[in-house]
C-alpha cells in the first residue's frame, strides 16, 4: 500500500511544495485538500474517492475547488467529503459561494464527528480524535488488516496530548512540524509545532516510522528542519516531500 505525499507545505505553496494533501490511491483516501490536490487526478484508481478534511483553513481546503479537473475523464463517480458540520457548513458558504465558485459542487458531504469510527476501503477502520488548534481541528487513524497510519497536523505536538495514546504503535505517522526549535512560543500561538517536541511525541507513541509534513514554507535552509539534531530522541524520521511515496 502506497502513501503519496501531494503536498507538504502549511499555509501557502512555495516552489518546492504546495498545501496539505496526502493519498492512498489503492483505497481511494484523501487526507485534506490543499493546493496539492491537482495531483490525484494522474493516481484515480477507484470509483469512489474518500476525502478527510482536518478543519477548513484554505491550505486544507482550497484543492475542493479544482474538482472538475480532477473528476474530467477519470472514471470518478463520488466524491465523499468528511469533516466536521461546521467546517463543512462553511466551506459549502463561503468557498462555494456563487460569487466565488459558479458551479455547484457534485460532493456526498458527510459529518464526522471526534471519536467516530468509520469503515474505509480495503477493509479499514478509521478513527477521528480532536486537535488542538485555533477553531479546532481533527486528526485520524486509520487501520488496515496489516498496516496503520496517523495523520496529525495543525497542532502542537506535546507529550501530555491527548492524541500520544491515539496514534500509538503506527506504522506510519505523518505529523506536522512547522517550526524549528526555538519557535515554541509562536507555536503554541498558532497551534502549531516545533521538531523536538514532534519527535518526543513521536518516540512516545512508539510510530515505526514518522515522516513530517506541513512544512513552514517561509523556511530557507536546505533542508528546512535539522532532523540530525533529534536523532538520538528518534532516529526514525523523514522530512517529508512533494511527490514522495512511502510504503506502508
Known sequence: MDVHLLGTAGYHPNERRHTA???????????DAGTGFFR????IQTSDLHLFLTHCHLDHCVGLSFF??????????K??????????????QHLFSTQLFPVNPPFHWNEIKPGQQLDVPLDGKLKSFALKHPGGSLGFRVDWPEHSLAYITD??????????????????LLHECHFP????????????????????????????LTVIVHIN????????????????????????????VVKL
Request: net charge negative; charged share 25%; glycine share 8%.
Open 21 to 31: 494533501c496526502i493519498m492512498i490511491p489503492e483505497a481511494g483516501v484523501i487526507f
Open 40 to 43: 490525484v487526478r494522474d493516481l
Open 68 to 77: 472538475i479537473d480532477t473528476m474530467y475523464e477519470t472514471g470518478v463517480e
Open 79 to 92: 466524491i465523499h467529503v468528511y469533516g466536521v458540520a461546521e467546517k463543512l457548513q462553511a466551506i459549502q
Open 155 to 172: 497542532t502542537t505536538a506535546e507529550l501530555q496530548a491527548d492524541y500520544v495514546e491515539e496514534i500509538r504503535g503506527v506504522d506510519l
Open 181 to 208: 526549535d526555538g519557535w515554541e512560543g509562536l507555536a503554541v500561538e498558532t497551534g502549531h509545532s516545533c521538531l523536538t517536541p514532534v519527535a518526543k511525541v513521536s518516540r512516545a507513541a512508539d510510530a515505526q
Open 217 to 244: 514554507p517561509l523556511a530557507t535552509d536546505d533542508p528546512p528542519l535539522d532532523l540530525d539534531s533529534v536523532k538520538s530522541i528518534n532516529e526514525n524520521i523523514l522530512l517529508g516531500e512533494d511527490k514522495m
